[in-house]
T-cell receptor, first 114, second 115 residues
Framework: KAGVTQTPRYLIKTRGQQVTLSCSPI?????VSWYQQTPGQGLQFLFE???????NKGNFPGRFSGRQFSNSRSEMNVSTLELGDSALYLC?????????????FGNGTRLTVT | AQTVTQSQPEMSVQEAETVTLSCTYD???????LFWYKQPPSRQMILVIR??????QNATENRFSVNFQKAAKSFSLKISDSQLGDTAMYFC????????????FGTGTLLAVQP
């Protein structure tokens, strides 16, 4: 069974640009959540989608948005990039909407903003 | 607000020895779950072990076990017979028992297993 797939693995963008990251969950998983990992702030929750609906949102500005498609694949978008958006973005999927179902993480997308 | 604290930024252990990583958390919730995740240089976050707050028995997974002290809000991870492959960043994490997958992570402990 394929794991959580995130594309691309690496991305370099310039300040002011926008970027879209993609996450394909494990087959059968309906919940997808996104996390930002930086040396300074650690791991922070961005948002979670379940059955195409955003169920939870972290404390990030509106420049960060996401969506989930009917096949459970998810994308997150960051507009008007800032230097501080440089981070590892991790996606995680789970089978159910319960904490009993473990989260499976992808390898992440490393975003560098110059 | 829920918080997770890991007070040991780095630790080192000899191969085959035992090491304990500390974690404390703060919450007013009664129904929650606690996790330890491992992140090797490959970047992928891997679940090591999890504990349901309503269970008094400490969880174990092969060489990994936890010491869950609910009253003290403490959740430490013990790694027995440490192996070189255990070298990684270890994160303690918390999640509410509601319909959410919002994990709250600690700052992590970098564990180095020395040969």
């Amino acid at each position: 069974k394929a794991g959580v797939t995130q594309t691309p693995r690496y991305l370099i963008k310039t300040r002011g640009q926008q970027v879209t990251l993609s996450c394909s969950p494990i087959s059968g998983h309906r919940s997808v959540s996104w996390y930002q990992q930086t040396p300074g702030q650690g791991l922070q929750f961005l948002f979670e989608y379940f059955s195409e609906t955003q169920r939870n949102k972290g404390n990030f500005p509106g420049r960060f948005s996401g969506r989930q498609f009917s096949n459970s694949r998810s994308e997150m978008n960051v507009s008007t990039l800032e230097l501080g958006d440089s981070a590892l973005y991790l996606c995680a999927s789970s089978r159910q909407d319960s904490p009993n179902s473990p989260l499976h993480f992808g390898n992440g997308t490393r975003l560098t903003v110059t | 607000a829920q918080t997770v604290t890991q007070s040991q930024p780095e630790m080192s252990v000899q191969e085959a020895e035992t090491v304990t990583l500390s974690c404390t958390y703060d919450t007013s919730e009664s129904n929650y779950y606690l996790f330890w995740y491992k992140q090797p240089p490959s970047r992928q976050m891997i679940l090591v072990i999890r504990q349901e707050a309503y269970k008094q028995q400490n969880a174990t997974e092969n060489r990994f076990s936890v010491n869950f002290q609910k009253a003290a809000k403490s959740f430490s991870l013990k790694i027995s017979d440490s192996q070189l492959g255990d070298t990684a960043m270890y994160f303690c994490a918390f999640i509410n028992g509601g319909a959410t997958n919002k994990l709250i992570f600690g700052t992590g402990t970098l564990l180095a297993v020395q040969p």
